[in-house]
């Protein structure tokens, strides 16, 4: 079946530091969802990406839609404090709107 | 204030003894779905409601039931539970589909002895 795989696991940074993430598939998808969930509570959403070639920035993240429909990144700029957390793309499998699969996620430490 | 409740929250059970745990959303939201999150695997859905009495199985169905009897209510089912059910439990809902903003529930964390 359709999986998405996101690298890194996880991440170790300063305070102040950008970083990037991506997650990718064999299968092609039509939309690409980040979510971030923090530490003790359900995933909150980012950015949702619905274009191959997208670019969509929510403050300091930035997502991009793969052009080959395989793929998607996102980038933080400055990191702060509060963006401890794990990151998980999403997206529909083969197109059904109810279904979803999510990646293993990325779990990014930031260090003041 | 809108939200998605769970209840309960913490649950330790025994093998083969039959629970539910209540999902239950005030947003009058047509999309429920419920997740379960294990270390290293992320989330993985494991039912989903479009709206009332349309449910369709996630990627990790087998050992749950559902039902959607009204639109706020998504309870979860597990029969016969086993120790492989251990993990945290996620339900959420939305507008109209997955694909909208979901709002997460609180979690439920289930361990099954």
């Known amino acids: 079946g359709q999986q998405l795989n996101q690298s890194p696991q996880s991440m170790f940074i300063q305070e102040g530091e950008d970083v990037s993430m991506n997650c990718t598939s064999s299968s092609i998808f039509n939309t690409w969802l980040w979510y971030k969930q923090d530490p003790g509570e359900g995933p909150v959403l980012l950015i949702a990406?619905?274009?191959?070639?997208e670019l969509t920035s929510n403050g300091r993240l930035t997502a991009q839609f793969g052009t080959t429909r395989k793929d998607s990144f996102l980038n933080i700029s400055a990191s702060i404090p509060s963006d401890v957390g794990i990151y998980f793309c999403a997206g529909p499998v083969s197109g059904n709107t109810g279904k979803l699969i999510f990646g293993q996620g990325t779990t990014l430490q930031v260090k003041p | 204030e809108a939200q998605v409740t769970q209840n309960p929250r913490y649950l330790i059970t025994v093998t083969g003894k039959k629970l539910t745990v209540t999902c239950s959303q005030n947003?009058?939201?047509?999309?429920m779905s419920w997740y379960r999150q294990d270390p290293g695997l992320g989330l993985r859905q494991i039912y989903y409601?479009?709206?009332?009495?349309?449910?369709d199985k996630g990627d990790v169905p087998e050992g749950y039931k559902v039902s959607r009897k009204e639109k706020r209510n998504f309870p979860l089912i597990l029969e016969s539970p086993s120790p492989n059910q251990t993990s945290l439990y996620f339900c959420?809902?939305?507008?109209?589909?997955?694909?909208?903003?979901?709002?997460f529930g609180p979690g439920t964390r289930l361990t099954v002895l």
């Open positions: 990406l619905y274009k191959a070639g």
């Open positions: 409601s479009m709206n009332v009495e349309v449910t």
């Open positions: 947003m009058n939201h047509e999309y």
């Open positions: 959420a809902s939305s507008p109209r589909s997955g694909l909208d903003t979901q709002y």
